[in-house]
């Protein structure tokens, strides 16, 4: 199974969006500072998506990613 997983950042208007099988040692690592983008922390996990297929985890992290998955991410995830 894999996560599509979108993080809100301490202190920050914007956001972080990955992929991974694990979302428990994934957050661990964002929360140690193990990830560069996230070393300043982050608030709390605001969504997530689950895939059985990681070619289609990783489509919609990149639309997500884009201008027009951010506005879906406006219009549709609470807590961002």
Same mark, same amino acid.
């Given at each position: 199974m894999?996560?599509?997983y979108i993080l %809100?950042?301490?202190g920050k208007k914007s956001s972080y969006i990955g992929v991974t099988e694990n979302i428990e040692r994934?957050?661990?690592e964002h929360k140690t500072g193990k990830?560069?983008?996230t070393k300043g922390g982050?608030? %709390?996990l605001i969504y997530?998506?689950?895939y059985t297929n990681k070619k289609e985890a990783w489509k919609r992290e990149k639309f997500l990613k884009s201008g027009k998955g951010r506005e879906w991410i406006k219009q549709n995830v609470?807590?961002?």
């Open positions: 894999f996560i599509v %809100k950042l301490k994934r957050l661990e990830v560069k983008s982050f608030e %709390k997530t998506e689950e609470k807590g961002r």
